[in-house]
């Protein structure tokens, strides 16, 4: 099976710091890879120092401060929006961000 499942759960909130540079598609789709500071669905709040994957999808509030943002290694991001598995080897949860996203100031040291 490939493509996306959603599994009826929508992210509340999360917060975190890109581990890559964000990856544009020549599908248009943005792909991000998250470090976890905090993350909520359902009301239950993940441990931290997890990882999640988002993929950005064109025509969304969050593609469009993807495009205008860069979206480099360290960047804090705000995000919520559809928890889906994608079914493509291995196999894992991603977080579809529609109109939940924003880049954060970084933490101050």
Not at 13 to 27: H, I, N, Y
Not at 30 to 37: C, I, M, P, Y
Not at 81 to 99: K, R, S
């Amino acid at each position: 099976m490939f493509g996306w499942e959603d599994t009826g759960c929508r992210v509340e909130r999360a917060e975190g710091v890109l581990v890559r540079d964000g990856q544009w598609s020549t599908d248009g789709f943005w792909t991000v890879d998250v470090r976890l500071s905090s993350f909520t669905v359902a009301g239950v709040v993940a441990s931290e120092c997890r990882f999640i994957r988002l993929e950005i999808h064109p025509g969304t509030h969050a593609h469009t401060i993807a495009e205008a943002t860069p979206l480099t290694t360290g960047t804090r991001i705000v995000f919520g929006g559809p928890l889906l598995v994608d079914h493509d080897p291995p196999g894992w949860l991603e977080v579809h961000p529609d109109t939940d996203f924003a880049v954060t100031p970084p933490a101050r040291e």
